[in-house]
């Protein structure tokens, strides 16, 4: 057995134990790079638990692994880091997200934008758009398929389908929860079309439009994947595919670890929107 | 003293006359507002809701009145019908002779909390009514609204960064910066501390009497309404109806602690329903 993972959890658990009791701030990243350490720890110490040994009919013992280990996995991905495959797929993948978000926040915030003013407008599209946003996005893949081909449009429309609902539903309910204060203010300054759009309607409904967009980008970042490992031949869906095919699972493993990793650099971007002046106030309780 | 008033609304000409009523012994300033008959009900599931009963009242040009009365009188409800944001179900409103019929930058409403716009900067929020002044003109007005409320050096910072009190200020310096005939005020201090309610009544009272708009405010603080109002409009509560115009004949700045005002507290409290009788 393997002594590391023991040693490192219990320097890991050492910090953050420090880190309960200074009394100054810390830099924000100790605590979670010690939940990770601790994390991959168990994963090392979980492999060792879960591995037997087999013994086949000729005599000869094999050593099943029921799940790479982290050094396994990192030497599985030696070969598409070096060759630069990771890359390629990770910004195929990211592109693809990047395209088909846009494209939903195009139209889905204008769109809800619209209908939460519009009671009419509400009306009209509420049913319709609460009755397709259920609809898994992984549902649609035959039909992107059909539609597009195996190319990166059928992963795109993909992912601006599974945005949209989340940020046209969410710009519908910023409008419709502005306070009266604001509107009756806006009136009140005689504040009319664009001008009260500008200056009310869509600061107002800022952070909420943010927030949605960082639900939405979220589930963007979940269906690639899976669009990829049906429609497209690139992109990290496609790697675990492939390497799947291949029966590599420190690959399939590797890839999910890039996906996580990648997902948390999008949620840190997202988070960020959140600090400019313009939505602080929507943020922060003071 | 209602009657009286009710006189000068009787025989006021329609145009807003500069001069004063024929039958005043005085000058008394014309009559900004008249409310004849105003009543507002909601209708429920079975029956209607009154919430406000025969409200006649006439507010002169540059007055300081206060309507004061418990929470649920239908105090609110009045200025915001007033304002132009609600409608009466019966009853006129006028001002300057005219019927309202919608909220209008002349007359500015300051809400109890949160009026002002939380994403734009002080001066941004200051500058709200101004949009149609030349550049210059908007400065000029701008800085001095914000000195005149004390915020000078606080123009770039945003309402969160503010205390109650700072942002209820800017809500005062948003208001007065169009240059409003009529502020309506619905317990705009309502939400601060005692001490910054205080200084805040001083400073309302210092402005009020350099501008001269005309104010109405909202209060349910007897103490509130005594040291603003030139009259206190006291309601009674479901339905709300007048049970007495007060008028305050107290010179400013108010001693709280002359016998006067001491009477003037309890008749106010007397009519509120709530003597305290230690």
């Known amino acids: 057995m393997n002594p590391w993972p023991y040693a490192v959890t219990a320097a890991a658990l050492v910090a953050i134990a420090a880190v309960r009791r200074a009394r100054d701030p ?5 605590l979670p790079v010690a939940t990770a350490t601790i994390f991959v720890c168990a994963w090392q110490v979980s492999c060792e638990l879960l591995r037997y040994d087999l013994k086949l009919p000729d005599g000869s013992v094999r050593t ?18 070096h060759d630069g495959t990771l890359l390629r ?20 915030i204008p769109l809800g934008l619209w209908a939460g003013w519009n009671l009419r407008g509400a009306q009209a599209i509420n049913p319709l758009i609460q009755a ?17 081909g195996v190319q990166d ?49 869509f600061p107002a409904c800022l952070p909420q439009i943010v927030t949605s967009l960082r639900i939405a980008l979220g589930i963007a970042w979940l269906v690639i994947v899976a669009a990829e490992m049906i429609a497209v031949d690139s992109g990290l869906g496609y790697l675990i595919m492939d390497a799947r095919n291949a029966n590599n699972y420190e690959r399939v493993v590797g890839s999910m670890v890039t996906i996580g990793l990648i997902g948390v650099g999008l949620d840190f971007l997202m988070r960020r929107l959140e600090r400019f002046d313009e939505v602080r106030w929507g943020f922060s309780k003071s | ?11 006021r000409a329609d145009a807003p006359a500069p001069a004063p009523a024929p039958d005043a012994p005085t000058a008394a300033p014309p009559v900004k507002m008249a409310i004849r008959g105003l009543g507002k009900s909601f209708a429920r599931k079975t029956d209607t809701l009154s919430v406000l009963e025969n409200i006649d009242l006439s507010v002169a040009e540059g007055e300081f009145v206060c309507l004061l009365g418990p929470s649920g009188c239908g105090k609110s409800t009045l200025l915001n019908i007033l304002a132009g944001f609600d409608r009466q179900t019966s009853g006129t409103v006028e001002i300057d002779g005219q019927p309202v019929t919608g909220p209008d930058p002349r007359r500015v409403f300051v809400f109890q909390e949160y009026g002002i716009f939380p ?73 601060l501390d005692s001490l910054t309610r205080l200084q805040l009544r001083a400073e309302l009272l210092r402005i009020w009497q350099a501008e001269r708009p005309t104010i109405l405010f909202v209060t349910h603080d007897v103490d509130e309404a005594l040291q603003l109002g030139e009259r206190v409009v006291v ?16 010179p400013h700045p108010r001693d709280f602690g002359a016998p006067e005002y001491g009477r003037f507290k309890n008749r106010l409290f007397e009519l509120l329903g709530v003597r305290h009788a230690i």
């Not at chain 1, 099943?64 to 880091?81: N, R, S």
């Not at chain 1, 996005?137 to 035959?142: D, N, R, T």
């Open chain 1, 26 to 30: 810390l830099p924000g990243l100790l």
């Open chain 1, 64 to 81: 099943i692994e029921l799940f790479p280990t982290p050094g396994a996995t990192l030497v599985g991905m030696w070969q598409p880091i």
């Open chain 1, 89 to 108: 797929f990770a910004v195929a993948s990211v592109y693809r997200v990047a395209v088909g978000f846009s494209l939903a926040a195009l139209i889905g």
């Open chain 1, 132 to 148: 397709l946003r259920p609809i898994s996005p992984i549902a649609w893949i035959p039909l992107a398929v059909l539609w597009f």
């Open chain 1, 153 to 201: 449009s059928a992963a795109i429309f993909l992912i601006a389908l599974s945005s949209f609902f989340p940020i046209v539903t969410g710009s519908m309910t910023a409008v419709r929860t502005i306070p009266l204060v604001y509107v009756r203010s806006a009136r009140n300054f005689r504040l009319e079309g664009f001008e009260l759009f500008r200056r009310v309607v």
């Open chain 2, 1 to 11: 003293m209602a009657k009286a008033i009710q006189n000068i609304a009787a025989t």
């Open chain 2, 119 to 191: 994403w734009a900067s002080v001066w941004d929020n200051v500058a709200l009514g101004l949009r149609s002044k030349p550049k210059d003109e908007l400065h000029r007005i701008v800085t001095h609204y914000i000195d005149l409320v004390g915020l000078k050096g606080f123009e770039r910072a945003y309402p969160s960064e503010l205390s109650g009190g700072m942002r209820q200020r800017v809500a005062v310096a948003r208001a007065l910066a169009v240059a409003p005939d009529v502020i309506f005020m619905d317990e705009p201090l309502g939400a």
């Open chain 2, 235 to 250: 309601m009674t509560p479901r339905p709300g109806r007048i049970a007495e115009i007060v008028p305050v004949g107290m």
